[in-house]
């Protein structure tokens, strides 16, 4: 409860991913500003090694698949309205009421 101005402000997050490798599915559900990103290999060398040992790189291709719900963001912010809600600042940040 904010004293302040006498309201209830509410944040909340979360972030799912489940992975049906049998039927090859992958699934992404998520609250607030969370955010998922898949990292898949986008190939690898071998380097020399002064040592007897090779070196593996592995290069990597990331994948953001969400996009943050910030009350800031203009189309966020029009969402939120459209269904109600409001967006104040508080301590210089914005809240959902």
Do not use: F
Not at 12 to 25: E, F, G, P, V
Not at 64 to 82: A, C, F, G, N, V
Request: charged share 25%; net charge neutral.
């Amino acid at each position: 409860m904010c004293s302040k101005l006498k309201s209830d402000y509410v944040s909340s997050t979360a972030t799912i991913m489940l992975i049906n490798s049998a039927r090859s599915i992958l699934t992404v559900a998520y609250v607030g500003d969370s955010q998922i990103c898949l990292a898949s290999s986008a190939g690898s060398e071998t380097i020399q090694n002064n040592s007897e040992s090779n070196i593996k790189k592995e290069e990597l291709r990331i994948s953001w698949l969400t996009r943050q719900h910030k009350p800031d963001i203009p189309e966020e912010m029009e969402r939120i309205k459209s269904h109600g809600g409001d967006v104040v600042r508080i301590h210089d940040a914005p809240y959902m009421r």
